[in-house]
Structures are given as structure tokens and as C-alpha cells.
């Protein structure tokens, strides 16, 4: 499960705080046929972490 989401080829099921937009890890794999996808592959996705704080002002 590496290399970045393709919303053309993955599904999103799931989001982790991470490196954002890599696939952290696969559920369930997906199938193309004659570079058409099938169906997509499951898989989680990294996000980066939300900066809660107010910036300096």
C-alpha cells in the first residue's frame, strides 16, 4: 500500500493523521481491465494535521 491517492483508481474509506495524500494502508485491492477500472481499490488515506491554534497576529 504505497504511493499517493488517484481518486481515478482508489476509494477512500478511511483517513489517518499522516503524510497527506499517500495511501497509508489497503483494504481491499482493486482490479483494472484494459486501463478501465473495474473497481477501485479501498484503502486509507494520510492527512495532514489541522493547525487548531490561532496564528500570531
Known sequence: ANGNFDPHKHE??????????????EFQKGYILHEKVI???KVKVGIKKEDGGKQNE
Do not use: F, Q
Open 39 to 41: 473497481r477501485p481499490t
Open 12 to 25: 477512500a474509506i478511511a483517513h489517518e493523521e499522516g503524510e497527506d495524500n499517500k495511501i497509508l494502508e
